[in-house]
């Protein structure tokens, strides 16, 4: 079987997701945008034969890259498990991030607070100005990546990543073997 590489940017990801894997068939890369595409070519040099990463790396590389790429997004109960840890009763909080958040995630927080909202930048300097803004706002809680988590600390402000389950990974992982099976035929 071929191998499979996640290709992912922030530590507490890529921590995350080792800890979950012991096969010597998957590999786990931390990267970040701006040299995403380097990691990839890299990775193919070395075998791998698809690639798991969020979605806007796999924007960033798909046109440049000739073997799979699969978007890894964190579903909706790895929000709900964040937000529980959260005080959202006295914070004013925003999401922050490289892609628009899903329907169902902007609908869930409409139920449990006003005083939550979403951003989506295209690049590190937008994502500076956002944040610069939403701490004018008093927004004392930034959820997202590790470029929104970046910023949240040069401007002193909380900042949380959603952090992908173990159930997520596996059935990525799942779907890769499938992917690389039937390309072998």
């Given amino acids: 079987m071929g191998k499979i590489a996640f290709l992912v940017s922030g530590e507490k990801m890529f921590k995350k997701i080792k800890t979950y ?20 070519k890299s990775l193919i040099d070395k075998g791998v034969k698809v690639i ?21 997004e964190n579903n ?23 892609i628009e958040a899903s329907e169902s995630l902007i609908n869930l927080t409409k139920i449990i607070s006003n005083d939550i909202v979403f951003k989506n930048f295209t690049s590190e300097e937008e994502c500076e100005l956002i944040v610069k803004e939403l701490r004018n706002k008093s927004y004392s809680i930034l ?3 590790a470029l929104t988590k970046k910023y949240a600390n040069k401007y002193n402000l909380k900042s949380y990543e959603v952090e992908i389950s173990k159930d997520s990974v596996l059935m990525y ?12 035929l």
Avoid: H, R, W
């Fill in 143 to 145: 959820i997202g990546s």
């Fill in 52 to 72: 798991l990463t969020k979605l806007a790396i796999k924007m960033k590389i798909e046109d440049e890259i000739e073997i799979p790429i699969l978007s890894i």
């Fill in 21 to 40: 894997i012991d096969e010597e068939d998957i590999i786990v890369v931390e990267t970040t945008i701006s040299n995403a595409l380097e990691e990839a």
């Fill in 173 to 184: 992982i799942e779907i890769a073997e499938q992917i690389i099976k039937f390309s072998s």
């Fill in 76 to 98: 909706i109960s790895d929000y709900i498990e964040l937000l529980k840890e959260i005080d959202i009763k006295n914070n004013k909080i925003a999401f922050v991030d490289y």
